[in-house]
């Protein structure tokens, strides 16, 4: 274990510490593991596959030909986006939260 000198405050620290005892200034970022970087990319890709079957769920509401097929379609295409942003919130907050739980920590 060496001694190295903080960037801000100039007091010694250990080379292992994550934080600068003196000043409190992050020294090294702590990295997440494999499962945490697994939910952070399955976030991400659900946020993706739920913006496209949004705007294809919205563009497949559109296509209607006759006036009875428009009003239906909207009130279709209203029920279907709920539908998208209830599923995307839940999920959204699934994951979320998983990616809280599954944070690095410093050891």
């Given at each position: 274990m060496a001694l190295i000198y903080c960037t801000k405050c100039k007091n010694e620290v250990s080379n292992t510490a994550w934080d600068c005892t003196t000043c409190g200034?992050?020294?090294?970022?702590?990295?997440r593991a494999v499962f945490g970087k697994f939910i952070k990319c399955s976030f991400i890709l659900?946020?993706?596959?739920?913006?496209?079957?949004?705007?294809?769920?919205?563009?497949?509401?559109?296509?209607?030909?006759?006036?009875?097929?428009k009003s239906g379609a909207?009130?279709?295409?209203s029920l279907g986006?709920?539908?998208?942003?209830f599923m995307w919130a839940t999920g959204d907050?699934?994951?979320g939260l998983l990616i809280l739980f599954a944070r690095s920590s410093k050891k």
């Open positions: 200034l992050q020294r090294r970022k702590p990295r659900f946020n993706l596959l739920m913006a496209y079957w949004f705007f294809a769920g919205m563009e497949a509401a559109t296509e209607g030909v006759s006036e009875a097929k909207s009130i279709g295409a986006a709920f539908f998208i942003f907050a699934i994951l």
